[in-house]
């Protein structure tokens, strides 16, 4: 499984000044990078980077990347928040202060530099914590404990979380928002309702500027009835006017929710999309999903086709911005694997169906098992949607509801947290038209800057 790890960098004399002058002038992405050695973790995962400005000494920690290649053999570290530490720590103290069944791989790493092993990693992390207990914050990520907090949350709350980070992750890389930021999730939270409590900056139910700031976005007075609410504004590094707000809310405590829906709404085209996700079991030989006549699966799909009959009465558009490949604003998205993990930005591996090509396939004779039951697995499914293909057709609204439509918003969300799962919400707006025949002036920080455009994403999970 991706894991977060840590990285001992031992930074050449003639890189010190140049790195360090990197990371006090930088104003936003990596502060600092550095060529390396090719090593084995994945991108999509942290890394606590132990740094050494002097000889012999840990001097530096930083959060860092694993990033693009830097030349044959060579890839980036990427490092940001690279702070010195109150007082070095020789490299021998921490070597001794580790158990004698990683001593010898520690100094291995610590005389070449590279990536720890997991087993040494979680030594290093506590015997640093030990030695300088202001580090703990900053090695948390690594630490035996937040393992420990995350197992005690049990299987069914793991689960549920893992949904609703699988939605918010779909969301903010639809809006084109890199999904490093759900890296930052903490297990601290008292009982928590959603993935979002757990992530900093978050707004809840009882934030009166919650409300004013989301009272005008479709969908948001059904949103506010639920007794759990929480929502975040995400902002693209690259482009402080591409944002995405995700708003989650449901019903019930995270225990009890059933499953995960992300509704995706781009409000500069008036264009939603719904998706449900379903777990792919592992049989013997490969993972399938059943399902049967009257069960769960066949109820929620009943709910989409009622709402589809709606939305199927309302008049085609003849704005060209309402023009979409396909207005069936549903899709199910089947995953091999549905597992918390909080050290891993990426989406689930697994197959999207849009829903006209759901019914296709169900009355056909192609999902059909040996006995005759129905049956889907990624041999018989024939053509479905990757990740990629879903991110393209959602975020340039090529599939989704026509403007028309989407006047229906309020009534899917309300189905959907009547049926006790959990919502998120992605808006693009552009900023306002400058007054003929003025020149305004934008103000580079603070109140009177002109709106931005802005991403909306409203994450519905249970």
């Not at 980077?49 to 053999?73: N, P, Q």
């Not at 992530?199 to 700031?213: F, I, N, Q, S, T």
């Not at 008049?315 to 597992?339: A, M």
């Amino acid at each position: 499984m991706i894991s977060a790890s840590a990285y001992i960098l031992k930074v050449p004399s003639d890189r010190r000044e140049i790195l360090l002058t990197a990371e006090r002038s930088h104003f936003g992405g990596a502060a600092a990078a550095e060529p390396v050695k090719l090593f084995d973790h994945s991108r999509r995962a942290p890394l606590i980077v132990l740094a050494s400005f002097d000889d012999g000494l840990l001097t530096h920690i930083a959060s860092a990347r694993k990033g693009a290649s830097a030349g044959t053999g060579l890839v980036r570290l990427n490092m940001n928040s690279l702070d010195q530490l109150e007082q070095s720590i020789p490299f021998q103290l921490l070597i001794n202060s580790v158990p004698n069944n990683v001593k010898a791989t520690l100094t291995r790493v610590v005389e070449a530099g590279g990536v720890l092993p997991p087993q040494t990693a979680k030594a290093v992390v506590a015997a640093l914590e030990q030695i300088d207990p202001s580090l703990t914050a900053k090695l948390a990520r690594l630490s035996i404990a937040r393992a420990e907090q995350i197992a005690a949350l049990g299987p069914k709350k793991r689960e549920n979380l893992a949904l609703q980070k699988e939605a918010l992750t779909t969301a903010l890389q639809v809006a084109g928002i890199d999904s490093g930021e759900v890296l930052d999730w903490s297990p601290n939270t008292v009982e928590p309702t959603s993935f979002l409590e757990g992530l900093p900056e978050v707004r809840v139910r009882e934030d009166v500027m919650l409300h004013a700031d989301l009272t005008m976005l479709p969908g948001f007075s059904v949103l506010r009835e639920a007794p759990y609410l929480a929502a975040r504004t995400f902002v693209a590094e690259d482009d402080s006017a591409n944002r995405v707000t995700v708003i989650m809310a449901n019903r019930l405590p995270l225990e009890e929710q059933t499953g995960a829906d992300l509704i995706y709404f781009n409000e500069t085209f008036r264009s939603f999309v719904l998706v449900q996700y379903k777990a792919l079991e592992k049989a013997a030989k490969q993972h399938e999903f059943r399902w049967g006549k009257g069960d769960q699966f066949e109820i929620e799909l009943v709910r989409m086709d009622s709402l589809l009959e709606e939305l199927d009465q309302v008049q085609p558009d003849s704005d060209p911005d309402g023009f979409r490949l396909t207005s069936n604003p549903f899709f199910l998205k089947f995953c091999p694997r549905i597992v918390f993990n909080p050290d891993d930005k990426g989406m689930f591996p697994g197959l999207y169906l849009p829903l006209g090509l759901w019914k296709a396939l169900a009355t056909s004779d192609r999902l059909k098992g040996p006995s005759g039951g129905n049956l889907l697995t990624y041999e018989n499914v024939g053509r479905r949607v990757s990740n990629s293909e879903f991110v393209t057709f959602v975020g340039g609204a090529w599939v989704g509801t026509t403007i028309g439509q989407s006047a229906h918003l309020d009534k899917l969300i309300r189905s959907v947290l009547e049926s006790g799962r959990t919502v998120a919400f992605a808006v693009k707006r552009l900023p306002p038209p400058e007054p003929m025949g003025e020149t305004v002036e934008e103000p580079l920080l603070g109140e009177g800057a002109l709106a931005e455009p802005e991403e909306i994403a409203i994450a519905v999970t249970n």
